[in-house]
């Protein structure tokens, strides 16, 4: 299994990124996707998730607005489009792939996001 996330860097706010992740090793259309952050000092948190089937999504009151979730499931791919960036939004990005009922699921590496002037 691989998760690979790129489309980290930095901007300034009020700025826009686009993150994706590359999935591979598993059957990515049946998993929940989803992308969480984690800022220095503090613990990871779900930003952003979007469920197999329908598609339906759900997002942290922080980025809800601000961040959208898609997936394109002919590519095994999930993206996450972050639209007027503050610099509250700096964090590592980590892509997660989970069977829907499981209580565990794959990690990506991670890549970095820094909101700043």
């Known amino acids: 299994v691989q998760l690979v996330e790129s489309g980290g860097g930095l901007v300034q706010p009020g700025g826009s990124l686009r993150l994706s992740c590359a999935a591979s090793g598993f059957t990515f259309s049946a998993y929940r996707m989803s992308w969480y952050r984690q800022a220095p000092g503090k613990e990871r948190e779900l930003v952003a998730g979007i469920f197999s089937g329908i598609g339906s999504t759900n997002y942290a009151d922080s980025v809800k607005g601000r961040f959208t979730i898609s997936r394109d499931n002919s590519k095994n791919s999930v993206y996450l489009q972050m639209n007027s960036l503050k610099p509250e939004d700096t964090a590592v990005y980590y892509c997660?792939?989970?069977?829907?009922?499981?209580?565990?699921?794959?990690w990506g590496q991670g890549t970095q996001v820094t909101v700043s002037s």
């Open positions: 997660h792939a989970r069977r829907p009922m499981a209580t565990t699921g794959y």
